[in-house]
């Protein structure tokens, strides 16, 4: 008997041992019954469900999991029995008190009680961030590969690039708008948004003080609101204009400047934080938008200067060709005359006129070129508080030094010719000025 007695004691301190065991460990673990229902759970197991243990014993395992778990797991139950599966497991959705769903990995083991009846172990570890992570990974690298396709197409042009670049944000991150700005003088414009809010379109603009956009200028990296109600964003004057509940915006910069923003937001709370792998990839998105627009600002600069060293070849050979020319004229009109005829050999059409003492017009004395019938009419100034002397030519004039224009029907000084201007082909305007004792001449 006292042998008895001693195992007996034995056992109640191996078991004592193993309770303490089962208690510690961070993993939530139960046993179930060939019924399905849980004889024991552990304090872990029932936290994570938001239940107390004695609210978990004698329950059906249906509580917490689909039908479909539980015939899996039954299923690898027969395979542990039979010896066919040496480290069971099974990735599964648990339902908790309140309705919400985690996901965890489970690892089983069998409990016999001599007489040929089992209990199935089940150690269960909470696997939801890793999986967050992972989805995380599998759509940025879906959404990258995507982006890469259609922003490394040179037929493209920037704009179109753009555009599927804010779709696919959207889609990436779950949000209602993609939005690109430009930040000028203390003012938020709208470039371009993939959007169906009222205030998020094309060409809208506001105060910076009013837009999300103040608080990105302020930051140095991304600027990210969950839930702007619940961080605080209640009373902020971005807030209280466009009501956006998630947000996560960040600053283009191109030449070392702020340009605009690049950001996505959503009317109401997404539901789950932005996580890092998703703020990842919206700096990708404004490191990409900056070097697209540095390097576009880049070649037309480059453009720019191409043409005026073009322009300036062009001109010199004219000069050239007009002081051969005038060497073989004798009186005011004939030099008028050949250096209007030289340039025409260059450019479509050159003229000069003057401007007679006590006047406050521009009339031409000498003209060539193809450009037939293109000063019969047309009224130019020389004071910019008319129309028709804002052009380039009034403008030469009065600061005595050459105009060019690189269009002239994209300027709004040129307004009042763009029409005679447009029906003759016209895109380009240099005007130089010249003087003497009793007139001034442009050319």
Not at 30 to 58: C, H, P
Not at 250 to 262: H, L, M, N
Not at 329 to 355: H, K, N, P, Q
């Amino acid at each position: 008997m006292l042998a008895n007695a001693i195992d007996r004691i034995g056992r109640e301190r191996e078991l004592e041992r193993y309770e303490t065991i089962v208690e510690t460990v961070n993993d939530g673990i139960y046993v179930i019954d060939e019924a399905n229902r849980f004889t024991t759970v552990n304090e872990t197991y029932a936290s994570m469900l938001g239940y107390d243990r004695e609210e978990l014993v004698g329950e059906h395992a249906s509580l917490v999991v689909d039908d479909a778990v539980i015939d899996s797991a039954q299923e690898i139950e027969r395979a542990m029995r039979s010896g066919e599966v040496e480290t069971p497991s099974l990735e599964a959705t648990l339902r908790g008190r309140n309705g919400e769903r985690f996901e965890v990995e489970a690892t089983f083991a069998l409990l016999s009680d001599g007489d040929g009846n089992h209990e199935r172990v089940g150690v269960v570890r909470d696997i939801t961030e890793r999986k967050r992570i992972e989805r995380d990974l599998r759509l940025s690298a879906e959404t990258l590969h995507e982006l890469y396709e259609f922003t490394s197409a040179p037929e493209l042009p920037f704009e179109e690039k753009l555009g599927r670049v804010l779709e696919a944000g959207c889609k990436r991150l779950g949000l209602e708008y993609g939005i690109f700005t430009r930040i000028e003088d203390d003012t938020m414009t709208i470039v371009q948004s993939h959007a169906d809010h009222e205030l998020l379109q094309p060409d809208a603009s506001c105060p910076l003080s009013r837009s999300y956009c103040r608080r990105v200028l302020e930051e140095e990296g991304l600027v990210v609101a969950d839930d702007a109600l619940e961080e605080g964003w209640d009373g902020d004057p971005g807030y209280e204009t466009f009501e956006l509940g998630t947000y996560v915006g960040g600053q283009v910069v191109v030449d070392g400047e702020v340009y605009g923003t690049i950001c996505f937001a959503s009317s109401q709370p997404r539901g789950e934080p932005i996580s890092e792998i998703e703020r990842t990839f919206v700096e990708l998105v404004n490191g990409w938008a900056s070097y697209e627009l540095e390097r576009t600002e880049n070649h037309q600069e480059l453009e720019r200067q191409r043409e005026q060293l073009a322009s300036l070849d062009q001109l010199n050979g004219a000069i050239r060709d007009i002081t051969h020319g005038i060497l073989e004229t004798t009186s005011r009109e004939e030099i008028e005359t050949a250096v209007c005829e030289r340039l025409a050999d260059r450019y479509r059409f050159a003229w000069i006129g003057g401007i007679e003492r006590g006047t406050n017009a521009v009339t031409p004395t000498a003209a060539a070129g193809v450009e037939e019938g293109y000063l019969d009419g047309i009224e130019i100034a020389i004071d910019d508080d008319e129309p028709s002397g804002r052009g380039p030519t009034g403008e030469a004039i009065r600061r005595r030094e050459p105009q060019f224009r690189t269009n002239v029907l994209e300027d709004p000084d040129y307004e009042p010719w763009h029409e005679t201007a447009r029906e003759r082909g016209i895109a380009r305007r240099r005007r130089s000025p010249s003087s003497t004792r009793d007139r001034s001449t442009a050319c």
